[in-house]
T-cell receptor, first 115, second 110 residues
Framework: DTEVTQTPKHLVMGMTNKKSLKCEQH?????MYWYKQKAKKPPELMFV???????INESVPSRFSPECPNSSLLNLHLHALQPEDSALYLC??????????????FGEGSRLTVL | QQQVKQSPQSLIVQKGGISIINCAYE??????FPWYQQFPGKGPALLIA???DVSEKKEGRFTISFNKSAKQFSLHIMDSQPGDSATYFC?????????WGAGTKLIIKP
């Protein structure tokens, strides 16, 4: 069982909709991440939160808006998405952003389809 | 150079055989080298990882071999089983950055 929980598992939305993806971890990790993964590709980093503060934004379009309400929760707010944004969105956590930062714990992902 | 080059792209191995996946990197500042296993429709799961001051790490049937001078590392899966069929990603880490290989789709034939 994964210790990073993502909801919903599947989401279909139109280009004018507003929706949110949610992520929760209970491992006491202080860094949380959003990744985007297209089919047959490795995950691409979108955002990094360290100690509940946004530390990295990998030039992600503003139609994606992250939020970290507390150390266990991470949200990704979606608005006016494009069909090319359809992908598997992965949340991950790690103990920190240095040292063993490459030791990420991923959720099962939210499969997003934009019509 | 921030790339991690992974090969082969796909690999078919008979049950009980040894699966070998190779990766190479350029940046000597990388300080942690994890391997992730991903099943269809699931998120990647950390499989095994190694630091550059260690030449080999073994966990069960999975072994990482690390060659610091050649800037190469590889994953060996001994006694490969059909349940090992998945996509494997090598990666190299430095601070928050995790640079991923392109992935290897491994199929174990019964």
């Amino acid at each position: 069982d994964t210790e990073v929980t993502q909801t919903p598992k599947h989401l279909v939305m139109g280009m004018t909709n507003k929706k949110s993806l949610k992520c929760e971890q209970h491992m006491g990790h202080r860094a949380m991440y959003w990744y985007k993964q297209k089919a047959k590709k490795p995950p691409e980093l979108m955002f990094v939160y360290s100690y509940e503060k946004l530390s990295i934004n990998e030039s992600v379009p503003s139609r994606f808006s992250p939020e970290c309400p507390n150390s266990s929760l991470l949200n990704l707010h979606l608005h006016a998405l494009q069909p090319e944004d359809s992908a598997l969105y992965l949340c991950a956590s790690s103990q920190g952003t240095s040292g063993r930062a490459g030791e990420l714990f991923f959720g099962e992902g939210s499969r997003l389809t934009v019509l | 150079q921030q790339q991690v080059k992974q090969s082969p792209q796909s690999l078919i191995v008979q049950k009980g055989g040894i699966s070998i996946i190779n990766c190479a990197y350029e940046n000597t500042a990388f300080d942690y080298f994890p391997w992730y296993q991903q099943f269809p429709g699931k998120g990647p799961a950390l499989l095994i990882a190694i630091r550059p001051d260690v030449s080999e790490k073994k966990e069960g049937r999975f072994t990482i071999s690390f060659n610091k001078s050649a800037k190469q590392f590889s994953l060996h899966i001994m006694d490969s089983q059909p349940g090992d069929s998945a996509t494997y990603f090598c990666a190299a880490s430095m601070h928050y950055q995790l640079i991923w290989g392109a992935g290897t789709k491994l199929i174990i034939k019964p």
